[in-house]
């Protein structure tokens, strides 16, 4: 069984920057796919942004340019660096790793983007 916890959430200013982390315990993820995504409230959960097992990423639209996946398959984490954040960036954003047997999802951290 793999647990997953995001951490590095918080309250930063628009243009601001932060840098999420997604740290596996019980199981090393060098061979996953993982994936973060966001929900704000009222809204649909979003993919935004994944890596493959390769190292191969792909971010959402409004993603590109701004946000960053990364993955030190050493120390079992997966980031998300996130640069120029908007306040239509705010929402909790959980990480996602896909086995050949099911999905599993962290508890999510929250990011709040706001003057």
């Known amino acids: 069984q793999v647990q997953l916890v995001e951490s590095g959430g918080g309250l930063v200013q628009p243009g601001g920057s932060l840098r999420l982390s997604c740290a596996a315990s019980?199981?090393?993820?060098?061979?996953?796919?993982v994936g973060w995504y966001r929900q704000a409230p009222g809204k649909q959960r979003e993919l935004v942004a994944e890596?493959?097992?390769?190292?191969?990423?792909r971010y959402v639209d409004s993603a590109k340019g701004r946000f960053t996946i990364s993955r030190d398959n050493a120390k079992n984490t997966v980031y998300l660096g996130m640069n120029s954040l908007k306040p239509e960036d705010t929402a909790v954003y959980s990480c996602?790793?896909?086995?050949?047997?099911?999905?599993?999802w962290g508890q999510g951290t929250q990011v709040t983007v706001s003057s």
């Open positions: 996602k790793l896909s086995s050949a047997y099911r999905n599993y």
């Open positions: 019980g199981r090393v993820f060098s061979s996953y796919g």
């Open positions: 890596i493959t097992s390769g190292g191969s990423t």
